[in-house]
Structure formats: structure tokens, C-alpha cells
């Protein structure tokens, strides 16, 4: 969940690892660091933002043309400025970032007690720089050598970027579980967990793979695998604008990420659907199109919004594929022994891509023999290149910690691959297809149209910023909806908040209604329109303050509601699309006026890279 960076070549390194670290801070803002070769190897570091490191050193003279710096989202010890990073070896001629947990920490760390070394951190990272010089000093080896077989001696998930003080212009990066790119450069080399700090300096990438060990050192990219046997770098060309990681004048990331909805929908449908010819091309899923049509049953995995992402695409999949689906969470599913046979489709939903538990779920089914399918949105993750095939979202980076563009590209892309098969299986009729296709090409442009209600929605937002507790209501397809709009709610501007289908409430929440508690209810018109009708009510016989996102024109909610926001017409399947626009807005404006960072809530880290 840490942001890591490192830069050598011929350009002042500081400058260009402070901004790498400020693209990266979205991956944790605990606490800051950097390290240079500046008289010897000096280490910066500082709890808080990177702001607050930079202001911290600002009187220094950095001149250097190697660093490595690091931004903290805390695992082991709390975030100050000892257990920040980066972390010296004990003779302080190492220094190491790290991304990842060490799992074995405790017993490497009990043997370097038992030899005489002290800690001055509670980090596992601190052990694991010590546990390489060990080796180093003991071996008489080379760095690389050293940190090879520490690595083989290490259980966990790791990141690492070292500098050595004997060896001034090398750098030793290995990864395990946790991304880590090298940009190259015209005799410059940069590293960093993800292409953001790297694509202004150049669009030519290695994305380094699990077990790989990367040594740069004259103008050279070296990498071997822990069993010390070479590999070819594979460079790639990122497909990524500098202008896509800026604000773009907008005051927050994640309100310029709402915004770009219209156009991250249409690129998840560019060059995939062409509505006027009935046509429907997901390429990434082409060579196993035949198994999810012959599918026994789908099993979705994934975290957060990727989560209420997949229940959307239960709901797709088994009304129009005719496919039983289980969506679960990642976290939870290899540890609950689950049954798994072969043959069985399993779908990782991951903005990142980059999601331990995800991960994990993925490597349990694939050793069981499932068929693993990936839909991310950053290209070369670690999902993208475990699974069988995927289809990439194409949203664009997403910056905002609270994911937006991500969650309306998954839906958007979930919904094709269901489409497709449904079609190609026969339980869709040709009509019936095309229908929803042409529906679904007007999709960005009804985003667009719900858009334009942010000044509405804005005014609401200021009549609730105080409230202590939400609940959000939702029935069908808009039940995962009413989860979304509560998980946004609760992340960015701290008010405890519920999703609940609307009929449940009878069993539990409708006891918490009263004049303080304002419910926001999905009540666009489709199927189960009656009988949410019916459930506002119930809220309102108990004095309860009502939000309903309605359709364009409704006659009957206007009469019970406190408040409206009609959104435009859709085929119920795609109105999850249009129906939580409402609510990313509604919960970012509630949070800035409350005073919280919406880009960087608390406690919270944009790429779960740690189980």
C-alpha cells in the first residue's frame, strides 16, 4: 500500500523522487522519506504528507543523481518519523524502501537480536534491511547476491528499492506480490510502484515480475530471479498522458474523476460495441468464450467498490446468461476452504490490479484448476498477467482514493462480456440484444445528463453535511448501488453509513428511523418500482428524511419524497451506471464541506497491496 520510487541518472534525483512521491501519495500519506547520495548516504524522513517532508528539508543542499524515496500507508509500527521510510542498515552504509509485509519478520528479527543488533524502528522493514547485510558481511557478496538469498529466506510480500553507500551508483530492486515498474530512459533509470512518477521522463517500461531481482548500475538493467538465472527485460510502451494524472483544474481528483465518467465509459466501449451493426467484440475474452458459455457456475472475487461491482454483474449474468454466480469477497474466500472444481470461472474485479487478497483468491483457484478471468483497469498488473484472460476497463489513471470512473468502467465492461454470452449461449434474443446494445451506447451521454445535476445535488449535500448516520436503500439492480453510495459516504467524509435492500429494512435498520436519520432510497422506475414506493413510505410513517434518485419524470415520488434527483431513462440492467452518479456526488460534497480531504481519506490507501 506504500508508494516507492527511485531515480538514477543524470538529472537531479531529488526533484524528480519528491514529485514521484506526491503522484504516489494516493498509495499512503502516513509519513514520507527519501534517501540520497549527498556526502556519504543521508536519509530524510518525516511523519505526515510529503508536503510536510519537503518542508522539513527544504534548507538542505540535495545534489545527487540517485535516490529512492517512499510515501507510508503503516502496517507494522505507527506512523512517526522513526518507523518512517527509508530504513538504514545498522551500519548505516544501507538504506532500503519497502512495499509489502514481512510475514516471518519475528524470527529473522529474534536470530539478528541473538548476533547483537538493535532496532531503532517496530517496522519489518528495518529487519529485512538488516537481515541483507548480515548475509552481506558474513558471504562477503556482492549486494545483489546478498539480497538474493535473503529473499529466499523471506516470507511475505515485498517491494524494495536499496542503496549502498560502498557502491554509490547502483541500485538493487526486487518485487514479490508488490508492483514494481522500471522506466528506462535515455541513460537514466526510473522505479516506482506504479507508471505515474515515471511517465513524464518516459513511456518505455519493465514491469518487473514476482521473484525477480533488478540490478541497475552504468547506464546497465540487469535482472535475474532468486534462483540467480537471467531474464530478458521485457520493455513496454505505457499508454498513459500526463495530462490524465493531473487535477486539470478541477479542486479535487476525485471530482475531476466523476466528471470524466462520460468519456472513461465511452473508452471502455470504443472499439467494443458498434450498436447500429449488432456487433460485440471483447477480444480479451475470445479464446475462453466457449467455457463461460458452458459454464456451470461463475465465481466473482473482489474488494470494496470492486465488490458492489460484481454484485451488479451477478444480477447481469444470471438473468440474461442463465449462469448461477457467486460473488464473494476476496479477503474471505481462501479462508474458508471453498469448494472449487475444475472448469469452474472465476473473474477478479480490480482497479489496480494489484490487490492482495484478490491475488491470493486467484493463485487458491488457479491451483484448483479453475479458468481465471481478470477485469482491471492498469495495464501489466499483477492480475492482468496471473489470469487466463480479462478485459482491461480502460478508465484511465484514478488518482481519488475513493474509486469513482473505476467502478462505472467494471460495471460497463462486466456488462458486455455478460451480453456477449448471453448472446452466443442463445438465452438473449437477437432483438433483445441489440436493444440493450443501442441502450447501452447512449449510456456516457445520460452520465453526461446526471452530471449536470451537481448544483442540486451540491445544495442537498449542504442541508446533510451534519448528519451522525445515512442509510441507502435499493432493490434489483440498484441494490448494489445503495452499498456504493454508503461505502463513499462513510470513506471520504466519515459518517457512518448503511447499504441495505430496501425490504430488509423492516428486519432491523427501519428501528434506527427517526427526523435526525436521512435515508437515501434508488427509486428509478423498473420492476420492483411498486414496492419501493411502498418501503418510502414505511420511512416516512417514521418521520425519516428521504433522498430519492428517481427517473426523469416521475409522478409519485415527488409527493412522499423530501427530496428529488431524477436522473435519466435506462433499461433497468444498465441504471447502476446512471443511478450512482448522484452519489458520488452527494458524498463528495457532504465531505468537503465537512473539512475532509476527499482525495486522501484517513486510514485508507488507494492499492490494497498487504492482506
Not at 527511485?6 to 519528491?18: K, N, T
Not at 450498436?275 to 470494496?304: F, M, P, S
Not at 465488490?307 to 479462508?335: K, T
Amino acid at each position: 500500500m506504500c508508494g516507492i520510487v527511485g531515480y538514477v541518472g543524470h538529472r537531479e534525483a531529488y526533484p524528480v523522487i519528491v514529485k514521484g512521491l506526491k503522484r504516489l501519495e494516493y498509495r499512503g500519506y502516513d509519513s514520507a522519506g527519501i534517501a540520497l547520495m549527498n556526502k556519504g548516504l543521508t536519509v530524510y524522513k518525516k511523519k505526515g504528507k510529503v508536503s510536510d517532508l519537503e518542508g522539513f528539508i527544504k534548507e538542505e543542499q540535495l545534489k545527487s543523481h540517485i535516490g529512492i524515496g517512499h510515501t507510508r500507508w503503516a502496517t507494522h509500527g505507527e506512523p512517526n518519523d522513526v518507523n518512517a521510510h527509508p530504513h538504514f542498515s545498522a551500519s548505516g552504509k544501507l538504506a532500503m524502501i519497502h512495499n509489502g509485509i514481512i510475514e516471518n519478520y519475528s524470527s529473522v528479527k529474534q536470530d539478528l537480536l541473538n548476533k547483537g543488533y538493535q532496532f531503532k524502528s517496530e517496522t519489518d522493514s528495518e529487519v529485512l534491511i538488516n537481515f541483507v547485510e548480515d548475509i552481506k558481511n558474513k558471504s562477503q557478496c556482492s549486494l545483489e547476491e546478498a539480497v538474493r538469498l535473503a529473499l529466499t529466506q523471506i516470507v511475505g510480500a515485498y517491494a524494495i528499492v536499496i542503496m549502498s553507500e560502498d557502491e554509490p551508483n547502483k541500485l538493487v530492486a526486487a518485487r514479490k506480490g508488490s508492483p514494481l515498474v522500471i522506466g528506462v530512459g535515455k541513460d537514466e533509470f526510473f522505479l516506482a510502484s506504479d507508471a505515474t512518477p515515471i511517465v513524464e521522463y518516459t513511456n518505455e517500461v519493465v514491469y518487473l515480475n514476482d521473484f525477480e531481482i533488478a540490478v541497475i548500475e552504468d547506464n546497465k538493467l540487469d535482472i535475474r530471479n532468486t534462483q540467480d538465472i537471467p531474464t530478458t527485460p521485457y520493455i513496454q510502451t505505457l499508454d498513459m498522458e500526463l495530462e490524465s494524472i493531473e487535477k486539470g483544474g478541477y479542486e479535487h481528483f476525485m471530482l475531476k474523476e466523476i466528471f470524466e465518467q462520460p468519456k472513461s465509459v465511452s473508452d471502455s466501449l470504443r472499439g467494443r460495441l458498434n450498436a447500429a451493426k449488432g456487433h460485440l467484440v471483447l477480444g480479451g475474452i475470445r479464446e475462453y468464450a466457449n467455457t463461460l458459455v458452458n459454464a456451470d457456475r461463475i465465481i466473482i472475487v473482489a474488494c470494496g467498490t470492486s465488490w458492489h461491482a460484481g454484485l451488479v454483474a451477478e444480477y447481469i449474468f444470471e438473468e440474461y446468461c442463465r449462469i448461477p454466480v457467486e460473488v464473494e469477497y476476496a479477503s474471505e474466500f481462501r479462508y474458508r476452504n471453498p469448494i472449487i472444481r475444475e472448469g469452474d470461472v472465476v473473474i477478479a474485479i480490480s482497479q489496480s490490479g494489484e490487490t492482495a487478497d484478490t491475488l491470493a483468491a486467484l493463485e487458491l483457484a488457479k491451483s484448483k484448476g479453475a479458468i481465471i478471468l481478470g477485469v482491471v483497469n492498469t495495464v501489466g498488473s499483477s492480475i492482468a498477467r496471473i489470469t487466463d484472460e480479462g478485459a482491461y476497463i480502460h478508465a484511465g489513471p484514478e488518482i481519488g482514493v475513493a474509486s469513482t470512473k473505476a467502478f462505472t468502467g467494471q460495471v460497463t465492461v462486466l456488462t458486455m462480456i455478460a451480453l456477449r454470452i448471453a448472446f452466443r449461449k442463445g438465452t438473449l434474443s437477437k432483438t433483445k440484444y441489440h436493444e440493450l446494445l443501442v441502450e447501452l451506447e447512449t449510456i456516457p451521454g445520460k452520465i453526461q445528463k446526471a452530471l449536470e445535476l451537481n448544483d442540486q445535488i451540491k445544495y442537498i449535500a449542504s442541508i446533510y453535511k451534519d448528519a451522525k448516520n445515512c442509510l441507502y436503500l435499493g432493490r434489483g439492480y440498484n441494490f448494489p448501488v445503495a452499498l456504493e453510495g454508503a461505502l463513499k459516504l462513510k470513506e471520504i467524509s466519515y459518517i457512518h453509513a448503511e447499504g441495505y435492500p430496501a425490504a430488509e429494512m423492516k428486519h432491523g435498520p427501519i428501528a434506527l428511523i427517526d427526523e435526525e436519520m436521512p435515508v437515501v432510497v434508488i427509486a428509478t422506475h423498473d420492476s420492483s418500482y411498486e414496492k419501493i414506493v411502498s418501503n418510502v413510505q414505511e420511512v416516512k410513517a417514521r418521520k425519516g428524511q428521504v433522498i430519492a434518485v428517481v427517473t426523469e419524470g416521475d409522478q409519485l415520488m415527488p409527493k412522499m419524497a423530501d427530496h428529488i434527483i431524477e436522473v435519466p431513462a435506462t433499461h433497468e440492467a444498465l441504471m447502476p451506471l446512471i443511478s450512482v452518479i448522484p452519489l458520488q456526488l452527494l458524498s463528495y460534497h457532504i465531505a468537503v464541506m465537512r473539512g475532509c480531504n476527499v482525495d486522501q481519506p484517513r486510514n485508507l490507501a488507494k492499492s490494497v497491496t498487504v492482506e
